[in-house]
């Protein structure tokens, strides 16, 4: 063979690698950095992957898609938006974790019976505190709660207690009853009685005490707070809670049938006012009770819960500002 | 075949006839518009009710309440279009101003037999069928008038 022929059979075969190669070249670089998130409905495998590593300070980005139905996705303690996740589309995402730590990533679309098990994590390592940031324990276990005992209120209302009217009587009240401390601590009823045997307000008939804790109740939300409380609440509880928190959901007949349980009834005197908001805080930090309630420590942040905690006492008492 | 004066003039009349059936108003009563709130409940993969009757030009909200998956409502024509988590019941308002039959589909995916997920928003009545059936009874009857029979051939 000619020392030219050989040259040019070279030629052939490099340029035929180079032409090969372009598109596994841009495939590379294009999946640099990029994970692909299938989403399927919990029964079928939930999130795939359900388990990521990021780094803080890096962006992640994310392309999501669904291989059933519709779901979204939102990160939990992250003030990400949410997004639907359709199939046959591609939904891309990116993120910057300042904070390292394990965040959750969850659907938002009601997908399936399971839907809110659909869950996966998201290992976020590095940044400057390498060292675990200490964690307090909530409310509900420095008081010793047992969260899955029944709560049955000590005493009830005749009528229903109101804010405004409890207004009136603010000034009689001691200071100690308004700090959050007092609020969170105590239910509804243990206050009503607490109340009823302070000497300072043996002149109050027992509906305006009711009334005066309708109005501690109300002084330690926003009226803000209690917005949020009820978009959270639209969006996550009232599927099984109810709308209007009568336990009522279009879910409730379903949990009964697997559980043996109705959804807690928020409008029930007898049971909400025996609860305390530490009490509830626990419920929905950790869920379960044999109830199905699905645990929501990972995706909202405290005050988120005490937003929601906050709305849920409106299904009791009048309010305010309406 | 040669057709008589007679003949011509049937079918003149016919053709009348016919104009009269397709373009006429039909004696609809008309109500005037009102507001119409209808509750459908969807699930998979159906709605309930399926049909939902207006008179043109009422303003018709739909309260779409989910009681399994996430679904969606959106009218044919109208372009009108609603999406329903359970546990929150959302409201679609528009103003049925086009007379007709129209699906309505669920548009979002909720699982294999999404696609046949469907209903019917009837905007006044189906006056289209009922001319058709009037247009095909004048044919029917002019068939006869017009071309009768020929004698039979008496017998030799």
Known sequence: ?322 | MKLSREQWFYIILAGLAGALIVFAPLPVRVAPPSQRTFRVEASQFAYSPAVLTVNPGDTVTIELVSTDVVHGLYVDGYGASVTADPGQTVSLTFIANEPGSFRFRCNVTCGALHPFMIGKLQVGTNTLLWRAVGLALLAAFSGVALFPRPATVKAV
């Open chain 1, 1 to 322: 063979m000619k020392r030219s022929e050989i040259l040019s059979r070279l030629l052939v075969i490099a340029g035929v690698l180079l032409v090969l190669s372009v598109p596994l070249a841009v495939h590379f670089y294009e999946g640099q950095g990029i994970v692909e998130i299938h989403g399927r409905m919990a029964e079928s495998g939930g999130w795939s992957p359900n388990s990521i590593h990021a780094q803080v300070g890096v962006p992640l980005h994310l392309r999501l898609t669904s291989d059933d139905v519709m779901h979204g996705f939102a990160i939990g303690q992250s003030d990400m938006p949410v997004v639907d996740v359709a199939p046959g589309k591609m939904t891309e995402v990116t993120i910057t974790f300042n904070k390292p730590g394990t965040y959750t990533y969850y659907c938002t679309r009601w997908c399936g019976p399971n839907h809110w098990r659909m869950r996966g994590t998201i290992e976020v390592s590095g940044g400057s505190s390498d060292a675990p940031q200490p964690v307090s324990p909530p409310l509900y276990m420095t008081l010793n709660l047992n969260i899955d005992a029944p709560h049955p209120a000590i005493a009830t209302p005749t009528e229903r207690p109101s804010a405004l009217r409890g207004a009136a009587f603010a000034a009689m009240l001691s200071s100690s009853y308004l700090t959050n401390d007092y609020y969170r601590a105590h239910s509804p009823s243990q206050a009503y009685l607490d109340l009823r045997a302070d000497p300072a307000l043996s002149s109050l008939s027992n509906p305006n005490v009711w009334d005066l804790v309708a109005y501690i109740w109300q002084s330690n939300t926003t009226p803000e707070g209690r917005a949020e409380g009820q978009r959270l609440f639209a969006r996550n509880c009232s599927a099984c809670h109810g709308e209007s928190g009568g336990g009522d959901g279009v879910f409730s007949a379903s949990v009964n049938a697997q559980t043996g349980k109705f959804p807690a009834n928020f409008t029930d005197p007898a049971s909400l006012l025996g609860a305390s908001p530490a009490l509830l805080q626990g419920k929905i930090l950790r869920g379960g009770m044999g109830t199905g309630m699905p645990y929501w420590g990972p995706i909202f942040e405290n005050e988120t819960i005490w937003s929601i905690i906050g709305y849920i006492y409106t299904f009791q008492f009048d309010e305010v500002q309406k």
